[in-house]
C-alpha cells in the first residue's frame, strides 16, 4: 500500500486528538490480565500491536475485549503470535515464565530483534526458555518454574526489559531489584503500584516482590509518539497553528517537547493531573535550528527520533543524534532507514554507529521521493509528514495499523492528502 502525500496546499490548524498511548495500552491489558477482578479500560489503542497482547491473553484465559480484560489463572499454550510487536514479547517472556508456558513468535522484523537482554535476566532468576540453537530470538518457548528474586544490573536502557523482569518478580519468592543505567519510560511502575503490588523505589533500584494485583479503571491517555507527528507537521508546515488534546504528558515521554522548544518552535501545554499526567499541547511554527540529541534525553524520545530527523532536515544547520544506537533494533534499522528516506528526499544524512547527523535545508524544494518504510510504522509516518513539505509516495504502509490506525484519515483531514 502506497501513501500519497502532497506538499500541504495550507498551514495545517485546529484541534485532534490521538489514539490511546501503545505503550500503557500493553499494560493495561496484560496487568488485567494477572489481577483479581475486572480491569475497565477507556481509550484503549485498538492497534495491531495491542491487539496482539489481548489475543494473547485470551488465549492464556482470561476474558478480554478493547474495554474489559478479566484476570485468570494463566493455562499453557502453543504458540501466541506477537506480530510486529517487541513490547508484546518481551512483556510476555517476563510476564509467563513463572505463570505459564507458552511459545512466542512474531513476523519477520519481530523474529530479528534481540531478545538475549530479556532472557539472561530471568534466567538468572530461575527462568526455563528454548530457542532455536545459537540463538536468542524468536519463536522462544517459556516453560513454568517457580522463580527466585534477584538484583539485575541492567546494562541497556530498556522499559520493556524492566517491565519483563518486574513482572516476572511479581510472580518470584523474595526481592527482584532492577537498576536501569538511565531511567526510561515509568509506565510499568505506575501502573502495577495503582494495582497494589509490592513495589517500591530505592536508591537507583526499583524493588518488587511476590504480590496480587487488584482490578481498576484504567483511562489510557492519547499517544505522544503518534501526537509527535503532528507536532512536526506543525513545526515544519510554515503558519500552522495545532492544538492536540488528551496526550499523555508522562515525563518520561516528553523529550520531544523539550528538543522541539529548544529547535525554535513555539509549544504551550496545559497540563491535567493523574495517575498518568496528560493534557493539552499547542505548537505552531518558526525557523528551526539544528541541536544536539544525547544522553538522558534519547530514552525519553527514542520513537520519536524518525520524525525529528524530519524536523532536523528543514533546520538551519546540523542536528546530530548520539547514544543511540537502540535505533538499530527497532522494527527495522531506524539508522539506515531514516538516513535512507532522507537522502531521497535530497537531505544530507549520515549515519553513525549510535545515531544519525542531519544537514537541514530550510529552503528544500519538492521532490517528491519514492520512500521504503522497510515494514517500519514509525518510518512511514515520519516520511508521510516530510511529504507535507516536499511531497512523498511512501511505499508499503500497511504497517501504519500497528501503532496508529487513523493516522491516514487525519493526514487527509489536515493536509487533503
Ligand atoms: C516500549 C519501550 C521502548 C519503545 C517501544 C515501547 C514500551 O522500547 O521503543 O516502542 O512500551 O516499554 P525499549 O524499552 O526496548 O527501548
Known sequence: MTLTVRPAPHPLRGRLRVPGDKSISHRAVLFGALARGTTRITGLLEGEDVLATLAAVRALGCDASPTHVTGAPWRD????????????????????APRAGATLDGDASLRRRPMRRVLDPLTGMGAAFAAAPGGATLPIRVEKRRLSGVTVNATVASAQVKSAVLLAGLGAEGETTYVEPVATR?????????????????????????????????????????????????????????????????PTRTGILDVLTRMGVVIDIEPEAGPEPFGTVRVRGGGLRGTRIDGALIPRLIDEIPVLAVAAAFAEGETTFADAAELRVKESDRVATTVAGLRALGIDADGRPDGLVVRGTPNATPTGASIESAGDHRIAMAFAIAGLRLGADVRDTACIATSYPSFSSTLARFAGA
Open 186 to 250: 515509568d509506565h510499568t511502575e505506575r501502573l502495577l503500584a495503582a494495582m497494589g503490588a509490592p513495589l517500591r523505589r530505592e536508591g537507583q533500584g526499583i524493588v518488587i516482590s511476590e504480590g496480587p494485583l487488584e482490578a481498576l479503571a484504567i483511562t489510557v491517555p492519547g499517544d505522544i509518539s503518534s501526537a509527535a507527528f503532528w507536532m512536526v507537521a506543525a513545526a515544519i508546515v510554515p503558519g500552522s497553528d495545532l492544538v492536540i488534546e488528551g496526550v499523555g504528558l508522562n
Open 77 to 96: 499454550v502453543g504458540v501466541l503470535d506477537c506480530g510486529n510487536s517487541g513490547t508484546t514479547a518481551r512483556l510476555l517472556l517476563g510476564a509467563l
